[in-house]
């Protein structure tokens, strides 16, 4: 295999890796290194890695850059056959690459995947995961990422973004603090403001049903939070998914109506399911084949922000499992 490492220099707390990773990229003549400084570079970077023979892709960046590189990798033929991808731990979040095992920084990170080429033992370091595919509608391109959060969760983040300065509450924890007080202010009921609900119309399937939802079938319910993964956890460790259907998509959505209860609340973001009490009454979670959301409200992929349309139609599935490496 070959190694290639696209390095974006404007990911968050990534920006020193540039300088970092010099002396290690002088030791390894062998691998392919690019450099972007906006998404729109990516497209040629990943090009140019896919000419000079690159089959394991690392990608030094955070969350927001892994979903740009998936976006590209799956939705077009930049490279015959796919590679493998190792995310290292470059960006202010890092919630795909923790959910797969990858604990490294971009040095230690480029080490441990050139070792593991040397010793042949990279296999002991892959992990298989389902890709989260978005389609917007006609005249769109499809997003692909690990993370669905609309409504309240894309309006969070735009809050944090503008709150805070790039460099403060950021990371895993920083990240967590938000989702998770997101959560807890939905599920305790505060309906005004960035947590007020969504009219959003739902459907999903599992594997005996069809393989197009129509949209006659949708039941749109106002809603306060609806979220989707093909991850294990979030954020500090939160998994507020409870389905047990044997399904690649898990959704959790709370109706704006919900029962409102601490241990509903403190079960929900363990995933646990909701005391009985509250499980007729507008607690969701479901592990599905696809899911269909037709909505006014934002969205936001991997912490990419998507703003709202009037009327929009997306539809969610997983049609790609990619050989991910541990770095």
């Not at 190694?3 to 691998?31: F, M």
């Not at 990371?171 to 998770?180: T, V």
């Not at 898990?250 to 109706?255: N, Q, S």
């Amino acid at each position: 295999m070959r190694l290639g490492l696209l390095s974006n220099c404007q990911a968050g707390l990534s920006r020193a890796s540039p300088t970092a990773l010099k002396q290690p990229l002088e030791d390894a003549p062998e691998v392919v290194h690019v450099t972007t400084r906006s998404s729109a570079d990516v497209p040629e970077a990943l090009a140019c890695l896919a000419r000079q023979g690159v089959t394991l892709l690392a990608v030094d960046g955070g969350d927001g850059t892994l979903q740009r590189v998936l976006t590209e990798v799956l939705s077009g033929s930049i490279f015959e056959p796919l590679p493998a991808i190792a995310p290292l731990l470059g960006g202010r979040t890092n919630m795909s690459a923790a959910d797969i095992g990858s604990t490294a920084s971009p040095v230690t990170g480029l080490v441990a995947l050139r070792h593991a080429l040397r010793t042949n033992t990279l296999e002991q370091h892959v992990v298989r995961r389902p890709v989260l595919r978005v389609d917007s509608g006609p005249g769109t391109s499809p997003q692909y990422g690990m993370f669905f959060g609309a409504g309240v969760i894309q309006r969070a983040l735009a809050f944090k973004h503008q709150l805070y300065p790039k460099r403060r509450l950021q990371g895993l924890f920083g990240a967590g603090l938000f989702l998770g007080g997101a959560i807890l202010r939905v599920a305790s009921g505060s309906p005004t403001g960035i947590f007020a609900p969504d009219e959003i119309g739902l459907a999903f399937n599992h594997k005996a049903m069809t393989k197009e939802t129509p949209t006659e079938r949708l039941e749109t319910k106002s809603f306060q939070l609806v979220m989707a993964t093909t991850l294990k956890r979030l954020f500090l460790r939160l998994c507020p998914f409870w389905g047990n259907e044997s399904a690649p998509l898990r959704f959790t959505a709370i109706k704006a109506n919900a029962t409102r209860s601490p241990v509903a609340v403190w079960k929900v973001l363990r995933g646990l399911p909701p005391p009985p009490f509250a499980l007729d009454s507008g607690y969701c979670s479901h592990n599905v084949e696809r899911l269909t959301l037709q909505m006014d409200c934002g969205y936001t992929i991997d912490g990419e922000l998507f703003e709202p349309q009037p009327g929009r139609t997306l539809h969610l599935a997983t049609d790609h499992r990619l050989r991910f490496i541990r770095a």
